[in-house]
């Protein structure tokens, strides 16, 4: 029997993919849902902040990917907390509840993001988050924490760096965190399919990029990912081609104003 998978989120600009990508292995069988349905593409109606939707939807689920997000920074108490953060919680109540073996979460690099450039950062580092969306990041890495002690919830957060709609980073800084689309779907069938004995685990979602922020090299013992994309070379690409190219360096590795 194929494994039975949940994606939240399931219309956005990443978790489209990774649906797409996961439906085209032929190996799970898949429920997306979004915010957005959309019945051409078999995505159905999910509100995150929904307990009893999610109940329904995590029934005889093995893995959730939880894409679903907000990202509005001028309003934290009126989207973002209610989004991410319940939604979240909601999602991981209704894990519990149904027996959901794990869950892999979107997270992101700005959860550490006010480390500078060329500080060493590792999965298990400090939290630094750069913004309020990075706080909820932060908030809801925690809450997979808890669920796993306590319930013993397999969590993953994949912290991803940038991942931009044409699949190609367009600045410098974009270069140092971008993950490809191929790479993207690869790491998430590579953390459905880790040891399931792993019961909690942070990383950072890039490529195989020349001159990354993060130590990614471990991930191909630990869960088989072996990234094939390197944003050096689609920027040298685009130089020679005379594509304009972004130099967007900053001092701190989430983008965030100098001063």
Known sequence: MNRKLLITG???????????GLRALERYAITAADLHPDASRDIVPLDVTDAERLLELTEGVDTV???????????????VLPINVTGAYQLYEAARRNGV????????????????VGEPVEPDS??????FYGLSKCYIELLGRLYADKYGISSFNIRIGNFPKDDRPHSDRAAHIWI????????????????PNIPFLCLYGTSAN???????????????YEPQDDAAQLMEAARSSRIPVKHDETVYQGGVPNS
Not at 10 to 20: C, E
Not at 210 to 224: R, V
Request: proline residues 3%; negative net charge.
């Open 65 to 79: 990917l939880h894409f679903a997000w907000a990202k509005d920074q001028d309003d934290f108490l009126g989207k």
């Open 126 to 131: 400090p939290y630094r988050p750069d913004s």
């Open 210 to 224: 020349t001159d990354n922020y993060y130590d990614i090299g471990y991930l191909k013992e630990l869960i088989g």
């Open 180 to 195: 490809s689309e191929r790479d993207m779907v690869q790491l998430a069938e590579r953390c459905i399919e880790a040891d």
């Open 101 to 116: 073996k794990r869950v892999v979460f979107a997270s992101s690099n700005h959860a550490t993001g006010y480390y500078k």
């Open 10 to 20: 399931a219309a956005g600009v990443i978790g489209a993919r990774v649906t797409d």
